[in-house]
């Protein structure tokens, strides 16, 4: 049985989803923070699958005691749902996890960050959202600023190094992943409640990544226990918590136009390194922070207008 969430409305409870979005970019941001701090000893995947095990069962309850397993859709929808949580909560965390062992994060941030304009295209055709001038030189503004981010945070030393070439195919392929999934997730969304969606998504992510449970064991015997806090945070709030809130706001704001958080999130991840890791940026970097802030503002500020395809030609 599937379950009709409200229809999409980007002017009903602004607030709530602007909550959510910030929400969202503050926990997504201090995810890069946390797996520097923790100085992890786990690998990618591994790591990936104690996330998602313990996302998971954070939020087990909540979708068990709404009734989730009632709701659980079926035919394609189900098929939908199946390549979104093996997209999106497996693979793409992968992807990641594997890139930044090859290239520093500033590069790895660098290539990763063409998802926004990635989702701003797929969302204006695929889904029907529209573009507009604004949101697509939004996306570029942004992606220009996080390229000036980058290359201030990486010192200059972009595509350097040994396995850069692996790297940066795996952070394109990390960014791939991210826009399809974003736009999956928005079309199971116009039929599927968030928590559904989300819950289901995690399940599937964790039972992908489970072949990673012997290496998962072995590791933590050996991991210091500051990696495995920091990723049960990871878990818990960067997960659990920034997924469900991302999905409230994904329901609600076109996804063209949300997918521009990704720069924010970059933004914030820089500024919580200066706070807490005395990462101090370089002037480079905080350059780039506000052109990429100036690109989202440009983004956030476009209203597309929905055409279908068919009155987009009669027209």
């Given at each position: 049985?599937?379950?009709?969430?409200?229809?999409?409305?980007t002017?009903?409870?602004p607030v709530?989803?602007?909550?959510?979005?910030?929400?969202?970019?503050?926990?997504?941001?201090?995810?890069?923070?946390?797996i520097?701090?923790a100085g992890?000893?786990?690998?990618?995947?591994?790591?990936?699958?104690?996330?998602?095990?313990?996302?998971?069962?954070?939020?087990?309850?909540?979708?068990?005691?709404?009734?989730?397993?009632?709701?659980?859709p079926?035919?394609?929808?189900?098929?939908?749902?199946?390549t979104?949580?093996?997209l999106?909560?497996?693979?793409?965390?992968?992807?990641?996890?594997?890139a930044?062992?090859?290239?520093?994060?500033?590069?790895?941030?660098l290539?990763v960050?063409?998802?926004?304009?990635l989702?701003a295209?797929?969302?204006?055709?695929?889904?029907?959202?529209?573009l507009?001038?604004?949101?697509?030189?939004?996306?570029?503004?942004?992606?220009?600023?996080?390229?000036?981010m980058?290359?201030?945070v990486s010192?200059?030393?972009?595509?350097?190094g040994?396995?850069?070439?692996?790297?940066?195919?795996?952070?394109?392929?990390a960014?791939?992943?991210?826009?399809?999934?974003?736009?999956?997730?928005?079309a199971?969304?116009?039929?599927?409640?968030?928590?559904?969606?989300?819950?289901?998504?995690?399940?599937v992510?964790?039972?992908?990544?489970?072949?990673f449970?012997?290496?998962l064991?072995?590791?933590?015997?050996?991991a210091?226990?500051?990696?495995?806090?920091?990723?049960?945070?990871l878990?818990?709030?960067?997960?659990?918590?920034?997924?469900?809130?991302?999905?409230?706001?994904?329901?609600?704001?076109?996804?063209?136009?949300?997918?521009?958080?990704?720069?924010?999130?970059?933004?914030?991840?820089v500024l919580?390194?200066?706070?807490?890791?005395?990462?101090?940026?370089?002037?480079?970097?905080?350059?780039?922070?506000?052109?990429?802030?100036?690109?989202v503002?440009?983004?956030?500020?476009?209203?597309?207008?929905?055409?279908?395809?068919?009155?987009?030609?009669?027209?």
């Amino acid at each position: 049985m599937e379950t009709a969430p409200a229809p999409e409305r980007t002017a009903a409870r602004p607030v709530l989803a602007v909550a959510a979005v910030g929400v969202t970019v503050l926990l997504w941001g201090s995810s890069f923070v946390v797996i520097r701090a923790a100085g992890t000893d786990l690998s990618p995947g591994p790591m990936a699958l104690l996330r998602m095990g313990v996302a998971t069962l954070v939020m087990a309850p909540f979708a068990l005691r709404s009734g989730v397993l009632r709701r659980v859709p079926r035919g394609r929808l189900l098929g939908l749902v199946l390549t979104y949580g093996v997209l999106w909560f497996a693979g793409y965390h992968l992807a990641l996890n594997a890139a930044e062992q090859h290239v520093d994060a500033g590069t790895a941030a660098l290539f990763v960050n063409v998802a926004p304009l990635l989702i701003a295209l797929g969302a204006g055709t695929l889904l029907r959202e529209g573009l507009t001038r604004r949101l697509l030189v939004g996306a570029v503004v942004g992606l220009v600023g996080v390229t000036i981010m980058s290359v201030g945070v990486s010192g200059g030393g972009l595509l350097t190094g040994p396995g850069a070439a692996r790297g940066v195919g795996l952070a394109l392929l990390a960014a791939v992943i991210y826009a399809t999934s974003v736009l999956l997730q928005k079309a199971i969304l116009r039929r599927v409640d968030t928590l559904a969606a989300t819950w289901l998504g995690f399940v599937v992510g964790t039972v992908v990544l489970l072949p990673f449970t012997p290496a998962l064991t072995s590791e933590l015997r050996g991991a210091e226990p500051a990696a495995a806090l920091g990723v049960v945070y990871l878990g818990v709030f960067s997960t659990a918590l920034a997924f469900s809130t991302w999905g409230y706001a994904l329901a609600r704001i076109p996804a063209g136009r949300l997918g521009m958080v990704a720069y924010l999130v970059t933004v914030v991840s820089v500024l919580l390194s200066w706070l807490m890791l005395d990462e101090s940026p370089s002037a480079l970097t905080l350059a780039g922070g506000a052109i990429a802030l100036a690109g989202v503002a440009l983004g956030r500020a476009a209203r597309p207008v929905r055409r279908s395809l068919s009155s987009s030609q009669d027209s």
